[in-house]
């Protein structure tokens, strides 16, 4: 009789740990699901949304205010471009046969859009109106990155090849060329202006852990995915590179420069 009373609890035990564990399961994927489309409690306009937005909106404040001050890196992502899927073998041609890519039959992959020459313009109006101090200007040698950076600061100083989006770099290189565009933040600092980095956003994705120091380093996730256009705020202290916030498109910047609420 024992036996058969034990047999009875490990099977309520097994079907009860069965349960909770499905049930576990099933929270969980619904919450990673919820999460990913917005459903509640992330949807928009939901209090964790309202939330998240608040805070979104108060650092965007606080970091639209503080580069204003100088010592900062800018890293732009370049103005918008058509999405072709081979843009990474014509920006590699277009750099080692120095090809001016806008004259080419192929510039539609890798340069700017009438858009994206838009943006490129309203990123240095918006600078100039929130009068941020800029120093350098250095450039990723591909068309976009180049074209942005001359139509919103009608100039550049240097073009450094590890700039260029990781993707457009064999793997094996990746070390080089994280260390080298660490070299150039630190090199390339000048009291008080903004180092402006007009480049791409996979440079940051790919390299960051390979570039930024681990101190206050948030999750990939919010690291990366980076607009067209959008870009992030880094500092240089003591030989090391921390980040410091990502404005994900020109517009979280730019509703904290221009003031409406008196027109």
């Known amino acids: 009789m024992k036996s058969i009373k034990l047999k009875s609890i490990d099977k309520k035990i097994y079907l009860i740990f069965s349960v909770l564990t499905i049930t576990a399961v099933l929270i969980t994927s619904y919450f990673f699901v919820a999460l990913m489309n917005r459903y509640w409690p992330f949807q928009d306009g939901g209090y964790i949304h309202s939330i998240k937005s608040k805070e979104n909106l108060k650092k965007h404040s606080y970091w639209a205010n503080k580069i204003k001050n100088g010592g900062y890196v800018l890293h732009i992502r370049h103005g918008q471009r058509e999405k072709w899927d081979t843009v990474t073998a014509y920006d590699a041609h277009e750099i080692v046969n120095n090809i001016n890519a806008r004259e080419s039959s192929f510039y539609k992959a890798t340069c700017l859009t009438e858009r994206g020459i838009e943006d490129s313009k309203l990123i240095g109006i918006v600078f100039e109106h929130a009068k941020i101090p800029i120093g350098k200007i250095i450039s990723s040698p591909s068309c976009r990155s180049r074209e942005t950076a001359e139509y919103a600061f009608k100039k550049i100083d240097k073009f450094d090849t590890s700039i260029l989006h990781a993707t457009a770099v064999d793997p094996d290189e990746w070390d080089i060329m994280a260390n080298r565009y660490k070299n150039l933040l630190i090199q390339n600092q000048i009291q008080g202006k903004n180092l402006i980095i007009s480049g791409h956003g996979n440079t940051i994705d790919k390299y960051y852990k390979r570039i930024l120091s681990n101190k206050n380093l948030p999750p990939a996730r919010e690291i990366s995915n980076i607009l067209e256009a959008g870009?992030?705020?880094?500092?240089?202290?003591?030989?090391?590179?921390?980040?410091k916030h990502k404005f994900t498109s020109l517009r979280e910047f730019a509703v904290h420069v221009y003031s409406l609420k008196d027109f």
């Open 231 to 243: 870009f992030y705020v880094l500092k240089v202290e003591d030989g090391k590179i921390y980040y």
